[in-house]
């Protein structure tokens, strides 16, 4: 098996296929531990509300149970809030509010689900029966749901110290530079777009099993995560006060992350409290009723925006205003996609002079937001991309035309933007006219003829983009060699980045495979032990993880290399210098004496090595970006609809994409697919909706629209990779594209199927309820 036929840049099968579609895969409710309790939680019945009491004796006397424990016992304990970890700054300089949030509520509720009590007993029944004997006593207050309706003057507040409910105001850009452009504007064009409030929902909903260990002081946590080493450092240092090494988290398998796996929640924190209360293992098994009134939601908000236009139709300005939900509470990183992310898309694929973003954060009575797929770059291109098709409706310009006039062009890179992004790398147009091509844009005409005919109705649409990938510019790799049966040594790998569907233990074998030029199949990827991790390293968010976490995993290949030309030159008899790597294997320059690079750490083990050569071939490098990359696109989506139903159904989709180099080109596509999967689930009925009382009405999969694979067009998908320049992969990240191209494409495709009847204009979810409406009203 040559490392030629598996490295960069080739179609290899997912080697972890295999085990999990046969049911090998081992996820966190698959896990116990001896001696092991069960917890389960009584939760907040209200949307807001007082807690007047909370009566635990008879849950406490029950058959079974071990103990209960409320918000008062964590508090007691100096076991600290949930922390945010975004320290953004109000546009007067004052720092962003973050209310705390216990793991378990103290005084009030903020939203339907919240954690109130937990119940700890030697079964699941027992722990679930015990709850139902909690005597809760809470006072309803008024709730408000709405982000609009939470910033009036006479709205319900959620936090003394958050008047208005607003936690941060943040105006960023150039606001004098974006004004005049307005004033001497010969065109503008204004929208103003919902993006809906989205659940997650990953295919394995979260459990968690935890322990204390009592002789060594150390908590143990075995969760789904995204990556260990944040898990641990935010429930050592903000919540437990204690060192890193003392916070030791597993993750085995995940079903599906999406970005809501990346914190610890609440009931982590509850059972490894109770672990340590109690002396004895305890797990909780969430249902998928929990992870919809408990997990972190999405999106949630209202964007303004404006463009102004010169009178051939280049843009001299945007100004966009979003209002973004962040529900009851804070989340880990929540304000994130609603600020940082959202401004740093604004300019796209544009050469765009100037921008102006004001964001506010609003609490609502509903489920914290946290990042979620695309997280802030789909907000960003929706509003770009429609207000471009609305200009172009507008003004009588081509809406490709529009586009191709204010491109930035592949010559002008590197392109230093209006925000002072550097562009190191990318053809915008030609991955346009990619993807033009392969969705037949001409002959549109035909189609639409064709549907006319049959009483349908049918629309095209475009979407070009830019993603700020990246997130933290820091990630560390360790390669050491093991002994792995007859087959000899092994080169393991060991990353902080965490796979949950993106097939990390193909893609990275593969740049190891070609960087060290060893057969595939000895290369082992090893994630999920905050013990074993790197000491520099995140999560796998943000696009990042090849473009990070595999830039240092060829640093450290590098490295490997290096010490192994010093230790060939020992067991060889030579100089270093007189060393060269080739093929997998050192050879003594002009000759044929050699050595494999496996076959050399096996030779090195237990022998004795002079005092100034690398004692083994392990190496651990880091990498740390100068720049965030910048993956890019453009996707085509058409759709067709029936007048008389209202149904939207899209009948094709074309997506190119730029990014970067393209480690495993199957695996990409299959990103792709999953990406545009969520982003049209989004456009045609994902939707999680509450009530004014702050009742969450979807909370299943009967309320609330999954997007199903016959929901799904055929997708004709294809790449225009320009390397980028900022690590050494030329990677640029590729998980979140399709959903970020997916929302603008398909929105503007439906909006041109209804522009003949009058509607220029529509909010997601294109529910058919929605899009009959539309039709009937303009009728």
């Known amino acids: 098996m040559s490392a030629e036929s598996f490295g960069i840049s080739q179609h290899v099968l997912r080697r972890e296929d295999v085990r999990l579609l046969t049911g090998g895969g081992v996820y966190s409710d698959d896990m116990s531990m001896p001696g092991q309790a069960w917890a389960a939680f009584l939760r907040s019945p209200f949307g807001h509300g007082r807690i007047v009491s909370v009566g635990v004796d008879s849950a406490r006397a029950a058959p079974g149970v071990l103990g209960v424990f409320t918000g008062g016992d964590l ?7 949930l922390p945010n970890l975004t320290p953004f700054r109000n546009t007067d300089g004052s720092p962003i509010v973050v209310p705390p949030r216990p793991a378990l509520a103290i005084g009030r509720v903020r939203h339907a689900g919240e954690p109130i009590a937990v119940v700890i007993a030697e079964t699941p029944e027992q722990a679930a029966d015990a709850v139902e004997l909690i005597e809760l006593d809470i006072e309803p207050l008024p709730a408000v749901v709405d982000v609009a309706a939470a910033i009036r003057p006479d709205a319900p507040l959620l936090h003394d110290e958050a008047p208005g409910n607003v936690c941060l105001d943040q105006q960023v850009g150039d606001t004098a530079a974006v004004d005049a452009a ?26 968690a099993v935890a322990a204390w260990d009592a002789g060594a002081e150390r908590y143990e946590l075995v969760a789904g995560s995204q990556g260990v080493n944040v898990m641990r450092d935010i429930l050592a240092g903000a919540v437990f006060g204690v060192a890193k090494e003392k916070m030791h988290v597993v993750t085995h398998d995940v079903g ?4 809501i796996k990346t914190q610890p929640y609440p009931e982590y924190v509850a059972i490894l409290f109770a672990a340590r209360a109690l002396g004895r293992p305890v797990k909780w098994r969430g249902t998928r009723s929990e992870g919809f009134l408990s997990d972190n939601q999405a999106r949630d908000g209202v964007l303004t925006g404006e463009m102004a236009f010169d009178a051939e139709g280049h843009i001299l300005a945007l100004r966009v205003d979003l209002l973004a939900a962040m529900g009851g509470y804070l989340s880990t990183h929540g304000p994130s996609a609603a600020t940082r992310n959202v401004f740093n898309c604004l300019t796209g694929v544009y050469r765009t002079p100037a921008i102006a973003f004001r964001s506010r954060c609003v609490f609502t009575n509903a489920a914290p937001v946290g990042p979620y797929r695309g997280a802030g770059r789909p907000e960003a291109a929706y509003i770009v991309e429609r207000l471009l098709d609305t200009a172009a409706r507008e003004t009588g310009i081509d809406r490709i035309e529009l586009r191709q006039r204010n491109m930035i062009p592949a010559a002008a890179m590197p392109f230093t933007t209006a925000l002072d992004q550097v562009y190191d790398s990318g053809d915008f147009e030609g991955a346009m006219d990619k993807a033009l091509d392969l969705a037949d844009w001409d002959g549109f005409a035909g189609r639409k003829a064709a549907s006319q005919a049959a009483g349908k109705l049918r629309g095209i649409g475009v979407a070009c983009f830019v993603e700020t990938a990246g997130g933290v510019l820091d990630e560390g790799a360790k390669i050491g060699f093991a002994e792995n049966g007859p087959g000899g040594m092994t080169v393991e790998v060991r990353v902080a980045s965490q796979s949950n569907g993106q097939g990390h233990v193909t893609s990275f074998a593969q740049v190891v495979a070609e960087r060290l030029q060893v057969p595939y199949d000895r290369v082992t990827i090893i994630e999920g032990d905050s013990a074993a991790t790197p000491e520099i390293g995140a999560a796998s968010t943000a696009s990042r993880s090849m473009a990070l976490a595999g830039s240092a995993i060829a640093l450290t290949c590098d490295a490997v290399i290096d010490k192994g030309r010093v230790l060939a030159g020992h067991v060889l008899e030579a100089a270093a210098a007189d060393i060269e790597y080739a093929g997998g294997a050192f ?7 050699a050595i494999a690079l496996l076959d050399l750490a096996a030779a090195i083990r237990g022998r004795a090595l002079p005092g100034d050569a690398p004692q083994s071939l392990d190496s651990k490098e880091n990498f740390t970006s100068p720049e965030q990359t910048y993956p890019n696109g453009c996707h085509v989506c058409e759709v067709e609809i029936d007048p008389v139903t209202g149904v939207t159904d899209v009948v ?14 199957m695996i990409v596509h299959g990103q792709v697919h999953g990406g545009v999967a ?6 045609l009925g994902e939707h999680a ?9 979807s909370g299943s999969f009967m309320d609330y629209m999954m997007p199903r694979a016959d929901d799904m067009p055929g997708f004709a998908l294809g790449f225009h990779p320009v390397p980028c320049t900022t690590n050494p992969l030329g990677a640029k990240g590729a998980g979140e594209a399709g959903t970020t191209g997916a929302l603008p494409a398909a929105m503007n495709a439906i909006v041109d199927a209804l522009a003949g009847h009058g509607i220029v204009h529509l909010d997601m979810p294109a529910t058919p309820q929605k899009v009959w409406a539309a039709l009937d009203g303009a009728a």
Do not use: K, W
């Open 587 to 593: 050879r003594i320059a002009g000759t044929d004496r």
């Open 75 to 81: 508090a007691a304990a100096g076991i600290g809030p």
């Open 652 to 665: 094709a989709y074309a997506a190119v994409d730029d990014c970067g180099t393209v480690v495993n080109p």
């Open 678 to 683: 969520q982003g049209l689930g989004q456009v």
């Open 689 to 697: 909706v509450y009530d004014g009382d702050g009742q969450l009405l």
């Open 182 to 207: 307005f004033a001497g504007a010969a065109h503008v064009t204004r929208l103003e777009a919902t993006s809906n409030r989205l659940v997650g929902n990953p295919m394995e909903p979260r459990s």
């Open 256 to 259: 599906g992350g999406f970005g």
